[in-house]
Antibody, heavy 122, light 107 residues
Framework: QLQLQESGPGLVRPSETLTLTCTVI??????????WGWVRQSPRKGLEWLGS???????DDSPSFRSRASLSVDTSKNQFSLRVSSVTAADTAIYFC??????????????WGQGTAVTVSS | DIQMTQSPSSLSASVGDRVTITCRAS??????LNWYQHKPGVAPRLLIF???SLPSGVPSRFTGSGSGTDFTLTISSLQPEDFATYYC?????????FGQGTRLEIK
């Protein structure tokens, strides 16, 4: 059974860059009709999709985060990553990585990680 | 962006009850509506995709229905493990957007 595991710093100072990594366990990041995305959960905004990246490196970003967020994939490590620059307290949230099955008969986030909490504070 | 509105925002119910959660989209999205279950500290779980399809392993007491802008998730007979927060999400267009969640609590 494929699993996803997020890793990150836990605490980030305002104006710095947040980097999160998701490791794909029990399967290959390169196989199948999937993209690999990030969703965050905060009390203020609920669940927000930040963006997704395909195996070929093409990314689909939410307009709300496009100016600050970038995604990358490292198929050799079976990982994908999210970088968010110039963080503020509003970026405090639980960040989930998730697999998106873009087969049109599914078109959903079908596997999620447990999430990693990020606090932005000095 | 397509706005997703769930109701109610919270709900108290008992084991064995039948419950219904509603999700309304700001424009037609059929059938690109998904439902997720989330418990604190656990990975969210896909419950329904394509408005009414159940992934393998999801119990048949969960039913999704609806079309156009209005969709529902029904749990026919609540079990103790069903107390969680439920989210709808549209996959009709980018950016993918979620409802604000419905917290299902034990009465």
């Amino acid at each position: 059974q494929l699993q996803l595991q997020e890793s990150g710093p836990g605490l980030v100072r305002p104006s710095e860059t947040l980097t999160l990594t998701c490791t794909v366990i029990g399967g290959s990041i390169s196989s199948g009709d999937y993209s690999w995305g990030w969703v965050r959960q905060s009390p203020r905004k609920g669940l927000e999709w930040l963006g997704s990246i395909y195996n070929n490196g093409f990314s689909d970003d939410s307009p709300s985060f496009r100016s600050r967020a970038s995604l990358s994939v490292d198929t050799s490590k079976n990982q994908f990553s999210l970088r968010v620059s110039s963080v503020t307290a509003a970026d405090t949230a639980i960040y989930f990585c998730a697999r998106y099955d873009y087969d049109k008969s599914v078109d959903a986030f079908d596997i999620w990680g447990q999430g990693t909490a990020v606090t932005v504070s000095s | 962006d397509i706005q997703m509105t769930q109701s109610p925002s919270s709900l108290s119910a008992s084991v064995g009850d039948r419950v219904t959660i509603t999700c309304r989209a700001s424009q037609g999205i059929s059938p690109f509506l998904n439902w997720y279950q989330h418990k604190p500290g656990v990975a969210p779980r896909l419950l329904i995709f394509g408005a009414s399809s159940l992934p393998s392993g999801v119990p048949s007491r969960f039913t999704g229905s609806g079309s156009g802008t209005d969709f529902t998730l029904t749990i026919s007979s609540l079990q103790p493990e069903d107390f969680a927060t439920y989210y709808c999400q549209q996959s009709y267009s980018s950016p993918r957007t979620f409802g604000q969640g419905t917290r299902l609590e034990i009465k």
